[in-house]
C-alpha cells in the first residue's frame, strides 16, 4: 500500500463544498464534527485548505455560478488522489432541482464521484456510514 | 497609503454556503466591502410554478436547512391569506411550537459559530452538542431533525401525540443550565466586552434606511417582530417579551439572541402544555384567483412570501424574500471602518443565510496575494488572544 | 402613530386620488392600490418617510400581458399592509427607482432588474446579482415565454 493511499484510510482530511445548497447537508456534515458524532476519532478532520484534502465532500445542486469553480477546483487545486462524495439528494441528481434555470447539470457530469449518500439531508449516522463503506472499500481494493 | 483588497470566499471552510466578500483595505482598516451573492441562486420561484400548492411546500421548506419552518410558514399563511382562511387553533399551536424550537436550535448554532470565530472553540463544540437535544425534541415531535415537513396550506401535517410531550419537556428543560451558563459567560467577559463591544455598529437610523431585520434591526433599537406587528399562530396566546438593545454593535445582537432563547423556550414550553384539542387540517381542497401574503419572524428576520393564484391548483406566481437579502447590504454600514481582525465577527453577526437570500483574502492592487480568508479568522482569533493576556495583566 | 386606519386610507385618496388606478380594500390587513407608474416615487414616499411604515420587498410579476411590480409596505402600529401596483408595458418596462428614497431597495430592484428586465431608472447600479456570466442578455428566466436556451443542460435523472 502506498504512503500516500495509507495516509488517506488512516486519516483523510476532508474539505466540504457547498455548490449551492440549502444548508442541511452542510450542517449535518458539521455535526459529524461535534461532540455527538465525532468522526475525529477515526480520523477525519477538516482541512483549512482544499490543498490539503483526501475527501472532497460536495453538496448543493450545482447551480451554475458553483458549476464553474467546482470544475475549476477539482481540477487544479485538490491533489491526487481524491475521494469525491456526493452528499445529500441535491448532490446527487439535483433532486427537485432538476427543472430549475440555475441547476442545468448535475455533479456527477461535471466531476467524477466516487460515493453517493442519499437523504435530504442525510442523517449523521449515514454520512459516517457512507465514509466508512468507502474506506473499507478503498481498503479491499488494494 | 496603498490600498488592498481582501476576498473571502466563495469556498472558505467555516462559512458552511459560498459567497464572496471583497474587502477593500487601506493598512489595518477595512475603507468597502462588496459583497457577492449568487452561488446559491436554484431559481425556486420559477421552480414553485411548476409544483401544485401542495407540493410546493416541500421545494420551499429547502430553500434553508436552518430555518427551514421559516419559509413554509410564510408561504402557507399566504396561501391562507388569497382566500382568507384561520387554520385551526391546535394547527396555529403546533405550528408554533415547531417554529420557536427551530429559532432555539438556530440561535445555539449561531453561538457556535461565533465562539469559532472569536477563537472559542469550547464554545463552538458545547452549543453543538447543545444543539442536539433540541434536534431531538424535533425529531420526536416532527420524525425528522430538520426538513420537518410539518406545513401545509391549510394546517399542519402530522400531529402531536401526548405521550411525546413530557419527554420533549424534558429535554427542553435540560438546555437551561447549560444555557445560563453560556448568558454568564457571555454577559459578564470582560474579554468579550472589549472584543465585541462598539464593534460593526448599526444606527437605528441605518437600520430602518436598509429595512433591516430580525435581531440585526432590533440590535439598533428598531422594534419591530412579526409576532409583535402582526400577530400570527398562536404567538398573542402566550405572554412573552420582545428583545430590544439600543446600541447596534456585534455585542447587541449577541445578547438579542440570547435573550431570545429564553423567550423561544418559554413559548415553545407554553404552547407543548397548553395544546388545544381539535382538527390540524382545513383539508382546503382548491384556491380561488387572487393574492395573498404572508410573512413569519423566521430567526434571522422576517421571512415574506408573496403568492398569486389563478384559480388553477399552482400558483401563478410565488416570490420569495427571505431575512438575510436585507441584512447583507447593511455590511455597507457596518464593516468599512472597523479593522480587519473585526470583520469576520461583523460578517457573522448578521447571522448571514445565503442560501435564503438566493438563492475573505487579501490582494495587493497589484494582484500579488497576502492574506487568506482562512487569515483573517486567525486575524480574529489573536486579537482575541491580545485581549485575553492584557486581561491577565491587569 | 396616532391616526386610525381609516384616517391613513382616506389621506392617501384624498391626497394622491388624480394617481390613484384602483384601490381594492381587500381586510382589515391587507390593501392593494394601483398607482400611475409616475406617481410611485411620492406615494412610496409618503409612506415610507411621513407615515414611517416598513418596506418589505417589491415583487416582479409577468401576468401575461404587462410586467407588474408590487412594493409591498407595512404600517405596522395599525397592522396594515398596503401593497401599491404600477403596471408597466412589456415591450419597455421602466419604473424610476425607490433607492434615492429607500436605501434598502437597491438589491431589491437589481433582482428584479436581472430576473424580469425591468429597468429602473435612477437605479445607481443595475450589475447582475444572481444569474452567473455565461447567462446571456436579454433572457429572463421570470417570464411566461421563458424557454431553456442551455443546450447542454439535463433535465432527466437518466432512469
Redesign the interface.
Given at each position: 500500500m502506498s504512503v500516500t493511499m495509507r495516509a488517506l484510510l488512516k486519516s483523510p482530511w476532508v474539505?466540504?463544498?457547498?455548490?449551492?445548497?440549502?444548508?442541511?447537508?452542510?450542517?449535518?456534515v458539521?455535526?459529524c464534527l461535534?461532540?455527538?458524532f465525532d468522526i475525529e476519532r477515526f480520523g477525519m478532520r477538516?482541512?483549512?485548505?482544499?490543498r490539503h484534502a483526501d475527501v472532497l465532500l460536495v453538496t448543493?445542486?450545482c447551480?451554475?455560478?458553483?458549476m464553474?469553480?467546482v470544475k475549476r477546483?477539482y481540477e487544479e487545486q485538490v491533489p491526487k488522489p481524491c475521494v469525491v462524495v456526493a452528499i445529500g439528494e441535491c448532490a446527487m441528481?439535483r433532486g427537485?432541482?432538476?427543472?430549475?434555470?440555475?441547476?442545468?447539470?448535475?455533479l456527477d457530469?461535471i466531476i467524477p464521484v466516487n460515493v453517493y449518500i442519499p437523504g435530504?439531508?442525510p442523517?449523521p449516522e449515514a454520512i459516517i456510514a457512507g465514509v466508512v463503506k468507502l474506506i473499507n472499500k478503498v481498503k479491499a481494493s488494494i | 497609503m496603498p490600498k488592498s483588497v481582501i476576498t473571502i470566499g466563495p469556498y472558505h471552510p467555516l462559512q458552511e454556503e459560498p459567497e464572496l466578500f471583497q474587502l477593500t483595505v487601506e493598512g489595518e482598516t477595512v475603507v468597502d466591502i462588496e459583497v457577492s451573492v449568487g452561488y446559491n441562486h436554484r431559481g425556486i420561484e420559477k421552480l414553485s410554478e411548476r409544483k401544485t400548492f401542495d407540493q410546493s411546500t416541500f421545494v420551499i421548506e429547502r430553500i434553508c436547512g436552518i430555518c427551514s419552518t421559516s419559509h413554509p410558514f410564510a408561504y402557507t399563511q399566504a396561501v391562507e391569506d388569497i382566500i382568507p382562511v384561520e387554520v385551526p387553533e391546535r394547527a396555529k399551536y403546533i405550528r408554533t411550537i415547531i417554529a420557536e424550537g427551530e429559532r432555539i436550535h438556530s440561535h445555539l448554532l449561531w453561538f457556535g459559530l461565533a465562539g469559532h470565530f472569536l477563537g472559542y472553540n469550547t464554545v463552538y463544540m458545547w452549543m453543538w452538542r447543545l444543539r442536539e437535544e433540541i434536534l431531538d425534541v424535533m425529531e420526536i415531535l416532527s420524525g425528522n431533525r430538520n426538513n420537518y415537513a410539518m406545513f401545509k396550506p391549510g394546517g399542519v401535517r402530522r400531529d402531536i401525540k401526548p405521550e411525546d410531550i413530557p419527554l420533549a419537556i424534558k429535554k427542553i428543560d435540560s438546555i437551561l443550565p447549560t444555557v445560563d451558563r453560556l448568558k454568564g459567560a457571555i454577559l459578564d467577559d470582560p474579554v468579550l466586552h472589549a472584543r465585541l463591544k462598539g464593534i460593526g455598529t448599526l444606527t437605528k437610523e441605518e437600520a430602518i434606511a436598509y429595512c433591516a431585520l430580525g435581531p440585526t434591526s432590533r440590535a439598533s433599537g428598531v422594534a419591530r417582530d412579526v409576532r409583535k406587528d402582526a400577530p400570527y399562530a398562536a404567538y398573542d396566546r402566550v405572554d412573552w417579551n420582545m428583545i430590544v438593545t439600543a446600541n447596534g454593535d456585534v455585542w447587541d445582537k449577541a445578547v438579542v439572541r440570547l435573550l431570545e432563547l429564553y423567550e423561544s423556550i418559554k413559548i415553545m414550553k407554553h404552547c407543548l402544555l397548553n395544546l388545544p384539542g381539535g382538527e390540524i387540517d382545513l383539508k382546503i381542497k382548491s384556491i380561488p384567483p387572487g393574492e395573498g401574503i404572508g410573512a413569519h419572524e423566521a430567526p434571522r428576520g422576517e421571512t415574506f412570501h408573496y403568492v398569486r393564484s389563478d384559480g388553477t391548483n399552482r400558483p401563478a406566481r410565488h416570490k420569495v424574500r427571505a431575512p438575510t437579502f436585507m441584512n447583507l447590504p447593511t455590511l455597507k454600514a457596518t464593516v468599512p471602518g472597523s479593522s480587519i481582525a473585526d470583520a469576520a465577527i461583523i460578517l457573522a453577526a448578521i447571522d448571514p443565510c445565503y442560501c435564503c437570500t438566493e438563492r475573505l483574502a487579501v490582494r495587493s492592487a497589484d494582484g500579488k496575494k497576502l492574506f487568506g480568508g482562512d487569515e483573517l479568522l486567525r486575524l480574529s482569533r489573536e486579537k482575541t488572544t491580545r485581549i485575553l493576556k492584557e486581561a491577565g495583566k491587569r | 402613530m396616532s391616526m386610525t386606519r381609516e384616517e391613513v386610507l382616506n389621506g392617501m385618496r384624498t391626497r394622491f386620488g388624480d394617481v390613484i388606478l384602483d384601490f381594492h380594500d381587500k381586510s382589515a390587513k391587507r390593501v392593494y392600490v394601483e398607482l400611475k407608474p409616475g406617481a410611485l416615487v411620492p406615494v412610496a414616499g409618503h409612506l415610507f418617510r411621513e407615515l414611517g411604515a416598513r418596506f418589505h420587498i417589491a415583487s416582479g410579476v409577468d401576468n401575461r400581458s404587462q410586467l407588474e411590480v408590487l412594493y409591498h409596505f407595512s404600517v405596522e402600529a395599525l397592522n396594515l399592509l398596503v401593497t401599491l401596483r404600477v403596471k408597466l408595458d412589456k415591450r419597455a418596462p421602466r419604473v424610476d427607482s425607490l433607492v434615492p428614497t429607500i436605501k434598502g431597495a437597491a438589491w431589491i430592484e437589481r433582482e428584479i432588474h436581472e430576473l424580469l428586465g425591468i429597468d429602473f431608472t435612477g437605479h445607481p447600479d443595475q450589475r447582475r446579482l444572481l444569474l452567473s456570466e455565461e447567462w446571456p442578455e436579454g433572457v429572463y428566466p421570470l417570464r411566461r415565454d421563458y424557454q431553456e436556451w442551455d443546450a447542454k443542460a439535463i433535465r432527466d435523472r437518466g432512469v
Open positions: 474539505f466540504h463544498l457547498s455548490t449551492g445548497s440549502c444548508n442541511n447537508c452542510d450542517i449535518e458539521l455535526d461535534t461532540p455527538r477538516l482541512a483549512a485548505s482544499i448543493g445542486s447551480n451554475r455560478k458553483s464553474i469553480r477546483i441528481s427537485m432541482f432538476i427543472h430549475s434555470y440555475n441547476c442545468p447539470q448535475p457530469r435530504c439531508p442523517k | - | -
